[in-house]
């Protein structure tokens, strides 16, 4: 299994802090990326944002952290991702930070999110958290 992993992702936690992680996989390719809740958190208010901007669609990621549902509620089910193609062009929209800074997501992981939508768009991507 090959791991891809935010910068934060890479670091670890400040002490005090679970070591979790937003964790999207596709089991044909064989790899998967590791994202920080917190990092994740950043991403989906930046995609709350433009969905209220009328920048991009209501995307499945989106819906499931802000109404805690699928990979986001009480029982943390993983969620097949059913919208690979609004997932990545709604990701285009977001704006990164330069600098690794904690609860932010850099444009360079921000980057590497899309390369891995893109590369696994005709595949089943699964969501959980662990």
């Known amino acids: 299994m ?4 935010t910068s934060w992702s890479k670091e ?4 005090g802090a679970f070591d979790y992680f937003v ?3 596709s ?5 998967r990326i590791l994202i920080r809740p ?5 991403l989906t ?4 944002d433009n969905w209220k901007l009328k920048k991009s669609k209501y995307i499945q990621l989106l ?6 549902t699928g990979f986001n509620d009480i029982e943390e089910n993983p969620s097949i ?13 977001i704006v990164g930070v330069n600098e690794v800074e904690f609860a932010k997501m850099t444009n360079e992981d921000l980057k590497l999110l899309l390369v891995f939508f893109e590369r696994n768009k005709s595949e089943e991507l699964i969501i959980w958290k662990e």
């Open 38 to 42: 917190e990092e994740f958190e950043y």
């Open 63 to 68: 819906r499931e952290w802000n109404e805690c």
């Open 45 to 48: 208010n930046q995609l709350f």
């Open 27 to 31: 089991s044909k390719s064989k790899e």
């Open 12 to 15: 670890k936690p400040p002490y």
């Open 81 to 93: 991702i059913k919208d690979i193609e609004d997932s990545i062009n709604a990701i285009k929209g």
């Open 23 to 25: 964790i999207i996989e």
């Open 2 to 5: 090959t791991e891809i992993k």
